[in-house]
């Protein structure tokens, strides 16, 4: 009978050894989950606010976030960058994180126009690069590369139409995104909602690690 009671007491505590384990794998799991590959970044090259050239070289090796916008939004740009700014802050001063903003004006938005752009919105990170050049070499990268749609509307405010949406790319160069609950990825976060860049924030500290 002892021997019995000893043995049962002996499975009870593998089981729950086990289970504690188990709970604490899933919790990894959901805390740290695999983010989705969605594709390749196409090759690019504009020029930042600083005049200098930037292409997906500068990025090799660093995670970065990608988004559209314009210096003359009157709409969602403003609350894209407010929200960007604060990503920047969060990992102020890590060179392995950098950001790249595509005018959709580009005709209008000069390096001298994006300089003071970056000023008012206090963009001081090295690695944050507002980038300018041929038009359709952008929207290309935008509707073709992203498949963030881009384009050019007189009916709407500011003429120019564009999603709210960051990009999260890998040091490889991939656009990467965690899933949904229904295990679809989500692609692309939202850059106007606190909850996006909580997310993006989260995925970003991952793909450092």
Same mark, same amino acid.
């Given at each position: ?23 604490? =794998?899933? @919790?990894?799991?959901?805390? $740290?989950? !695999? ?8 090759? %690019?090259? /504009? +020029?930042? =606010?600083? @005049?200098?050239?930037?292409? $997906?070289? !500068? ?8 988004? %559209?916008? /314009? +210096? ?36 209008f938005d000069t390096p001298e126009v994006l ?26 990268l935008a509707n073709g590369g992203f498949n ?50 909580r997310m993006l924030i989260e995925d970003i ?5």
């Amino acid at each position: 009978m002892k021997k019995k009671d000893y043995s049962y007491i002996g499975i009870s505590f593998v089981i729950l050894v086990f289970g504690i384990w188990a709970v604490d =794998q899933i @919790g990894d799991y959901f805390d $740290n989950p !695999d983010l989705a590959v969605i594709g390749d970044v196409p090759q %690019f090259s /504009f +020029t930042n =606010q600083r @005049g200098e050239t930037i292409s $997906n070289a !500068d990025y090799k090796g660093k995670v970065y976030i990608a988004e %559209f916008f /314009f +210096t003359t939004c009157p709409s969602i740009c403003p609350i894209m960058n407010r929200n960007m700014v604060k990503i920047q802050n969060k990992f102020y001063g890590n060179p392995n994180l950098g950001i790249a903003s595509f005018s959709i004006d580009p005709e209008f938005d000069t390096p001298e126009v994006l300089t003071k752009y970056a000023e008012s919105y206090e963009i001081t990170s090295p690695n944050w690069h507002l980038l300018t050049g041929d038009k359709k070499k952008i929207y290309d990268l935008a509707n073709g590369g992203f498949n963030l749609y881009v384009g050019e509307n007189s009916e709407v405010d500011g003429g120019f139409e564009h999603s709210g949406y960051f990009a999260l790319i890998d040091q490889e160069g991939k656009i990467r995104s965690r899933y949904d609950k229904h295990g679809n990825p989500i692609i692309y976060y939202d850059g106007l909602e606190a909850e996006g860049i909580r997310m993006l924030i989260e995925d970003i500290e991952q793909l450092l690690k």
